[in-house]
């Protein structure tokens, strides 16, 4: 089992930038493929970006692509979402996530369902 624990949220204006942190609990987190998903008031939770157990893979979303950065280090037991030019359409709870398993596809690494355990979210607003 794996506890995980975001931070770095707050409040930016938009272009503005953030870091995000995903610290896990445990001596496993390199075994985990890792995601960020994100739910804004009123949405459905939406996929965001993940990356695959050894960090040489990773997936966005078209909506962030270019914008937001995932990475990983395993050694420190923390992943990371660096968001760049954010606009206020970015304002959403954002929550990582840690997926068991070998599948390392688009289509698995998307699907929130797939994902075995979660945070308790960290908040992200931007003002425009």
């Known amino acids: 089992q794996v506890q995980l624990v975001e931070s770095g949220g707050g409040l930016v204006q938009a272009g503005g930038s953030l870091r995000l942190s995903c610290a896990a609990s445990?001596?496993?987190?390199?075994?985990?493929?890792m995601g960020w998903f994100r739910q804004a008031p009123g949405k459905e939770r939406e996929f965001v970006s993940a990356i695959i157990r050894g960090g040489s893979t990773t997936y966005y979303a078209d909506s962030v692509k270019g914008r937001f950065t995932i990475s990983r280090d395993n050694a420190k037991n923390t992943l990371y979402l660096q968001l760049n030019s954010l606009k206020p359409e970015d304002t959403a709870v954002y929550y990582c996530a840690a997926k068991q398993g070998y599948s390392a596809t688009y289509a698995s690494l998307s699907a929130d369902y797939e994902y075995n355990y979660w945070g308790q979210g960290t908040q992200v607003t931007v003002s425009s």
């Open positions: 445990g001596r496993t987190f390199s075994s985990y493929a």
